[in-house]
Structures are given as structure tokens and as C-alpha cells.
């Protein structure tokens, strides 16, 4: 409770600053000389500061070197299943795999495009994968240094606008085959192979992350995080840009390790992620980005960003930090340099590389960072002077004093946020104290309000949350269920347990939440949908209301919406029954393949198909056994295809399959042999428990052999199929380009 001061008119303040203007005048001359106590807690509050900042950036680049950039773990899994799936049907050979560009060509063709999302995903400056079946520690021992097979690629901005053709990418390393048919270019340095040979040496991103798995007894049942490797800086073979790396070993499902897969962060955009300027003003400080070797406080430097050490440091590969009573500075340096090391943990404890410790360290002039409390003493020696003249002037200080209160109130109310309770300090002047209770009476009034309507949204049936800002006083308000909404927690960003927080945190809010916008679903220019990751993920749709100094924001939960909408599209394009691609879909699929022309399609086969037996099991034995027999003949269609093949039912007991993309017919005839297999070996069981085998006919047409036009290669297939229902029956047939020109001679005579 606030003592309750008598309030008196101004016209009676009057005469109390005049009683004592001499006492002030002597207070501020003492306060002046044992003021200088407050040296020392200035000088710690700076440094603290300091230590701050450090931090603050510490944790930033331990996420993104973390939580983004070596966000690998999915890209691994697909490469390696790939991997598998091309060793298993022999398109590739294990023994060859890391012998010539061509052997592994295959692999590195379906590796590309999710290297390509990896780096535009985690924002780096590159990808690699190095293709290795070799011990190369026996190798290394031997003298022996090969050339490997792999694909390095660049970007050289990360944080651009990813182009839709990669016309911003660079290959470094990879197969001519390969740089050809993806179109992207590479420089004078390109080169098919990682060449080992000339460097004499198997580079650290390759060499440690594959010997480290190469011990294990049971590598396939390894965690990734445990093996992954962070690179020293280093240079590949005739290029000039240094790099660090974080890679981990490519394994088997039988745990054969067959190289390794990375990303590649470039010095030059790292020093981006060490911005010096924030350290000091004038940017008289410097971070540097080091590597504890062995000894505590030992740093091996791997990056400096600042003038003040790159210079004090020069040709210097190491640092040595010493402490000096409560503080650390730089050894050896002429001036005197504070330093602050805060530890990335990049490894786990236990782990291949735990004894690597990177740290993150911040460095300052002791001058340049108390400068401040150099700025207090001289501030203490001016007050002297001025309690000198306070006399002098006693009549401007006497009428200050009075407008004083006045002022102090109005800033007082200007800094005030809504969810705060007014507390002011009773001046004794009658006016200003009355003033100051109508203020806190009307400010308790508004919260009110605003708490009232934010009750009422939360009572809606419909989940909703909104905010306002309001930029005259640089703040934003929000409802209750805003941070429930978007699964945050509200101490993250407001000030406090509060519903009010600033516009800049604000702003950091909305660029963290920005990785949840889906762009494709927004339908109008002020709205801003999110997909929020959860145990249930939800959609949710801010509607934004801009006036200028004010701006509105209304979050909805249309997850039940999306849901129903994607239902619908899905509903549209696929055969209830079997939910392959209705007859619609899948021509309007094809249609678009054509229109991409040979590039696309290269080699492709068209699979008309007609289920034998169809009427006699409806007849027989009802339709609930009919559909079971479609539905049969439609997962074995989607079990032995591969997953970029369409399969579309069109209708009754039809099918369609088209294989395109493939460099010969033999690989698309291996696929037709083992579906007529698989086929062959599935039936349904009818009511009396036998089994009823799967019978179909099928007609196959050919691109380009039969034909480049599209409705031709639709009627080419339709008539296989129907010549081998009338004939043999229960066989795929190919197109027959004499028997349909005999065909269609006989029908222009009977037509006659």
C-alpha cells in the first residue's frame, strides 16, 4: 500500500523547492564524489551484456547447426532404401558400385533431386555423396588413393529464391551423364570423380564419418546424430573456397556401409551467421568460431569475423583464452582483449567425436567495452560544475521542478501497457494526484474491456484467437488462445504472463511460424495460411485487417474445412473401389506427360487390361465377391509396379497401366514379366473356401515404337488387348502393327 501524501494546490509547492535549493545543491556536489561506487556495477552490467550477446548467438548457430543444416536423417533413409531397391533387382552391382561414374549412374540419378530438396530445405551452400565400398584406413596405410563416384553440388546463396530450373546450382563433382540430363551447369574445376589422387588424401567428410561406422560390429543398427562428422575447414581439390562439412555414412539394410552423404556450409556464408556489428558499436568486435585442442582454453581457429582480432591475430591458427580474477582475455596481444567462449554441443557423450569441442567466442577491447563507465566519471565531474550554478538559475530550476510531476505522469502513461496496473507516486500536488486516479480508473475500465471480449472469443464454439497492433504505441495484444492455437508457449514471447507483448517480438514470432505457411491455400491477398505440426496437425487461416497505426488479426481453425476439401479432390480423381486414378485422372495425367514430349516419356509401354472371369464371379457367387476380385488385381497392379508408374481403373473390369521414363523396353518388360507372375499367383476365396485364380488378358503398345501420338498409343493398346481376348486369352500380348492394318482393311470393306 502507497502511504496517502496530503494533496496541496501548485501555488503552495512554490515555496518548498525555493527552502531547499541550497540542500540540493549540496547533495548532487556529495553525490558527485561517492557516486564513483557505481563504477564497478556498470563495468559487470556491460560485461554481462556482452556475455549476453555471445550466448544469444551461441544458441543460434547451435540450432541451425543442429536443428537445420544437419537435418539429414530423412534424405538418408530414402537414399539407402533406393540404394537397396536398385542392388536387389540387379540394376546396380555392389562390387562396381564405387568403380566408374556409369556404374552407379542409376543411383546418383534418383539421388539427385533429394539432394537438390535436402540443400534447398536445410539453406546450405552445398550437398554431397560420396559412393566408397573400400576400408580406406587400410588404403591411407597403403599409399593407395582412389577417385570415387558421388555428386557434390552448390549453391552459393541459400538464403535466394530457389529457382525453379537449379539455373542457381553448381555441380562440383558428378557424372557428365548425369549434369546433362538434369541441366545444371558446372564450372571449369567440375570434375566426373572426386579426385583423391591428386590431393593424396581421402578427405576428412569422407574418411571419418565411414571409418567411425566401419568399426561397428552392427553398423546398420547405428544412430546417425553418433556418426555424424563436422568438418575443419577445408578446400576440394583445384577450388579456392574453404568450407566446413557435417556428413554421415550411406548403410545397407545387411549394414554394408557404401559411402557417405553431407552438406556443405561455406566460410564465407557462415561468417553471415557471426554478425561482429552486434557485439559493439563501430564494429570494433570480433567473433571467432574455434575447435578446443586438447588443452581447456587451447582454440584452433576455423573462423574470424572482425578487424579488431583477424588483424591482432594474423597468420595465427590457434587462440588462447587465460582467465585474469573474474575475467578472460586473449593471451599475447598488445592491447588487452576481453573474450567470452560459449560451447556448441555437437556431440553426444560417448560418441565417435565427443573429444571435438566447438565453441562460439566473442571478443572486445577492454576500452571499447567500458567505454560507458569512462562516459559515467565524466558525467560526475559536469554535476559538480552544474551544483556550482544551481544558485544562479534557481528560478528555472524552481518552475521545473513544479512542471516536473507533469511531465513524469505523461511519460508514465506513454509507457504504460494495458495488462500493467497504474502505479503512480503521489506528487502531493492536488491537481496531478487527481489526474493520476482518473487515469488508473479509466486504464482498469479498459482492461476490463479487453478482457471481457477476449473471455467471449474463448467461449466461441469455434476456435478462434486474435491480436492487434497497435504501432502509435509500439505493442500488440492478444486473445487468450493465441499461443494454444499455434502450440506456443506464451512465456516464449511476451513480456510476461501478460496478454500484451512489442511489435519486434512480434515480428521474430511471425518469422518463426512463417516455415508453417502453405503459400498453395491461401485465396485471398490478406490471408496467411499455417499447417501446425502436432499429435494432430492442424490448419489454421489468419485473415489480417490493416488501417495504418492499427492492424487486426483473426485466427480461425479450418482444419475440418481442408480436410473436406482435399476429400473431395481426392474423391474427384480416383475410383472409390480400388483408389487407383479413375479414367478422368488418368488421361488428363497422360495428356500432360505427352505435352512434355521424349524427354519425359523416353521409353514407355501403355498396358490395356481386361480381368477374365468377372461376370461368372458377379453371376456365381454375387458382386460382394466380384469387387473383391477387382480390388484383388488392383493391389497386385500397385505391389509389383514401380511408384512412379499410373495405374488407372477406368471402370467395370478394366485397367490401364502406363510405364514411362525408362531408357529401354527391357527394363519396362522385366516389370510387365513379373506382374504377369504375380498375377498368376493370387486368387480370391470363394463362399466354399476354394481359391479362384486371378485370369486376365492384356494388350501392350509401345513409345516410340508404335507411335508418338497419344490417341493412337490409347487405340494401339486397346487393340492388343481385345486380339488376345478373342484369341488365347490369360496372356499380355504386344501391338501388332500388321494384324490392326489387316483389321482395319476389313472394317473400311464391310464399312463399304
Request: charged share 25%; aromatic share 10%.
Amino acid at each position: 500500500m502507497v502511504e496517502k501524501i496530503k494533496s496541496v494546490p501548485i501555488r503552495q509547492k512554490l515555496l518548498i523547492p525555493m527552502l531547499f535549493l541550497v540542500i540540493i545543491e549540496n547533495l548532487l556536489l556529495v553525490g558527485a564524489i561517492f557516486g564513483s561506487r557505481l563504477l564497478s556495477y556498470v563495468e559487470n552490467k556491460e560485461k554481462a551484456i556482452f556475455y549476453e550477446k555471445v550466448s544469444n548467438r551461441k544458441n543460434y548457430l547451435e540450432n541451425e547447426m543442429l536443428t537445420r543444416w544437419s537435418n539429414v536423417n530423412s534424405t538418408v533413409e530414402e537414399i539407402n532404401h533406393t540404394a537397396q531397391r536398385l542392388i536387389d533387382t540387379n540394376v546396380i552391382s555392389l562390387k562396381t558400385l564405387d568403380d566408374s561414374s556409369e556404374d552407379c549412374l542409376p543411383l546418383l540419378e534418383k539421388s539427385s533431386s533429394k539432394l537438390i530438396n535436402l540443400m534447398r530445405t536445410n539453406q546450405v551452400t552445398g550437398v554431397f555423396v560420396v559412393l566408397n565400398t573400400d576400408n580406406l584406413k587400410e588404403k591411407k596405410e597403403k599409399g593407395i588413393f582412389e577417385n570415387k563416384p558421388g555428386i557434390y553440388l552448390r549453391d552459393f546463396d541459400p538464403s535466394s529464391i530457389p529457382s525453379k530450373k537449379n539455373e542457381d546450382l553448381l555441380f562440383k563433382y558428378a557424372p557428365k551423364a548425369l549434369t546433362q540430363s538434369m541441366n545444371i551447369s558446372h564450372g571449369k574445376t567440375w570434375r566426373p570423380l572426386f579426385e583423391f589422387q591428386k590431393t593424396g588424401d581421402y578427405g576428412a567428410y569422407l574418411y571419418e564419418p565411414f571409418q567411425a561406422a566401419l568399426k561397428e560390429a552392427n553398423p546398420e543398427e547405428i544412430n546417425l546424430k553418433d556418426f555424424g562428422y563436422w568438418s575443419m575447414p577445408y578446400k576440394l581439390y583445384d577450388d579456392s573456397q574453404k568450407v566446413i562439412s557435417y556428413s554421415v555414412p550411406l548403410i545397407l539394410n545387411d549394414g554394408t556401409v557404401y559411402g557417405v552423404l553431407g552438406v556443405e556450409i561455406s566460410l564465407d556464408y557462415l561468417k553471415k551467421q557471426l554478425p561482429n556489428t552486434e557485439l559493439i558499436d563501430n564494429e570494433q568486435g570480433s567473433y571467432l568460431l574455434g575447435v578446443e585442442s586438447g588443452k581447456a582454453g587451447d582454440f584452433q581457429n576455423i573462423l574470424i569475423n572482425g578487424m579488431i582480432y583477424s588483424q591482432a591475430a594474423g597468420n595465427q591458427k590457434t587462440t588462447q583464452i587465460v582467465q585474469k580474477g573474474e575475467d578472460y582475455v586473449i593471451k599475447n596481444q598488445d592491447k588487452i582483449m576481453y573474450a567470452d567462449a560459449e560451447y556448441i554441443n555437437l556431440y553426444g557423450e560417448n560418441t565417435e567425436f565427443t573429444n571435438q569441442k566447438w565453441a562460439v567466442i566473442g571478443i572486445v577491447p577492454k576500452n571499447k567495452l567500458l567505454v560507458f563507465s569512462g562516459r559515467i566519471i565524466n558525467t560526475l565531474i559536469g554535476a559538480v560544475m552544474i551544483s556550482l550554478l544551481i544558485g544562479i538559475v534557481g528560478a528555472v530550476i524552481i518552475s521545473s521542478t513544479i512542471s516536473k510531476p507533469v511531465t513524469r505522469l505523461i511519460q508514465h502513461v506513454k509507457s504504460i501497457r494495458l495488462s500493467e496496473e497504474m502505479q503512480f507516486i503521489q506528487t502531493g500536488i492536488e491537481e496531478v494526484d487527481h489526474l493520476s486516479q482518473s487515469l488508473k480508473n479509466l486504464n482498469e475500465e479498459v482492461g476490463d474491456t479487453a478482457r471481457r471480449f477476449s473471455r467471449i472469443i474463448n467461449m466461441a464454439s469455434i476456435e478462434l484467437a486474435g491480436f492487434e497492433i497497435n504501432r502509435k504505441e509500439g505493442t500488440v495484444y492478444f486473445t487468450g488462445k493465441f499461443a494454444e492455437m499455434f502450440r506456443l508457449e506464451k512465456e516464449s514471447f511476451y513480456d510476461s504472463f501478460s496478454d500484451i507483448t512489442s511489435i519486434e517480438m512480434f515480428e521474430m514470432l511471425m518469422k518463426k511460424l512463417k516455415e508453417y505457411e502453405v503459400e498453395e491455400k491461401a485465396q485471398k491477398e490478406n490471408e496467411v495460411i499455417y499447417l501446425i505440426p502436432d499429435v494432430k496437425p492442424h490448419y489454421l487461416r489468419l485473415t489480417l485487417n490493416d488501417t495504418g497505426d492499427y492492424c487486426s488479426g483473426l485466427i480461425e481453425n479450418i482444419t475440418d474445412v481442408v480436410i473436406e476439401k482435399e476429400q473431395i479432390e481426392y474423391e474427384r480423381d480416383h475410383d472409390l473401389l480400388t483408389g487407383l486414378l479413375n479414367r478422368r485422372a488418368f488421361h488428363r495425367i497422360m495428356k500432360e506427360l505427352f505435352w512434355q514430349g521424349e524427354t519425359t516419356l523416353k521409353i514407355a509401354a501403355l498396358v490395356m487390361i481386361d480381368l477374365d472371369g468377372l461376370k461368372y464371379v458377379n453371376d456365381t457367387y454375387g458382386h460382394t465377391y466380384g469387387d473383391q476380385y477387382i480390388k484383388s488385381a488392383a493391389e497386385v497392379f500397385v505391389k509389383s509396379v514401380p511408384e512412379n508408374t499410373l495405374i488407372s481403373r477406368p471402370g467395370g473390369d478394366e485397367f490401364y497401366i502406363l510405364f514411362y521414363g525408362y531408357s529401354s523396353r527391357s527394363e519396362i518388360q522385366r516389370y510387365l514379366d513379373q506382374l504377369e507372375k504375380d498375377i498368376r499367383a493370387q486368387s480370391i476365396l470363394l463362399p466354399n473356401g476354394d481359391p479362384f485364380m486371378l485370369h486376365l488378358s492384356a494388350g501392350v503398345a509401345w513409345y516410340p515404337d508404335d507411335t508418338t501420338d497419344r490417341k493412337e498409343f490409347t487405340q494401339y493398346a486397346d487393340f492388343a488387348m481385345y486380339q488376345i481376348k478373342r484369341t488365347v486369352k490369360d496372356k499380355f500380348g504386344d501391338f501388332d502393327k500388321e494384324a490392326y492394318r489387316t483389321s482395319q482393311e476389313q472394317y473400311n470393306k464391310e464399312k463399304d
